[in-house]
């Protein structure tokens, strides 16, 4: 009896990590009032601070082109959701 108990245990708890993997999402968000200085998609320190403060230290910063016939790059954060 104990036996099945653990495994049962094992397969539900094998179930929650497939699910939130599976579901997992990147969620994006610009920030176009950040100060981006940008080398190429890599960005400065005011950028990280900013999509650090507003979604947490897994969160990741990059430039990117918002519009492409305008060459201003915008700070952007993306986080899994």
């Not at 104990?2 to 397969?11: P, T």
């Amino acid at each position: 009896m104990a036996n099945s108990k653990f495994s049962v245990a094992v397969l539900c708890y094998v179930i929650l990590l497939l699910s939130v993997g599976i579901d997992a999402k990147e969620c994006n968000e610009g920030l176009p009032w950040v100060n981006a200085y940008c080398f190429g998609e890599e960005v400065t320190t005011p950028c990280w601070a900013e999509c650090y403060k507003r979604h947490g230290s897994y969160a990741k910063a990059y430039c990117r082109n918002v519009a492409p016939v305008l060459p201003t790059q915008v700070c952007w954060c993306s986080w899994t959701c």
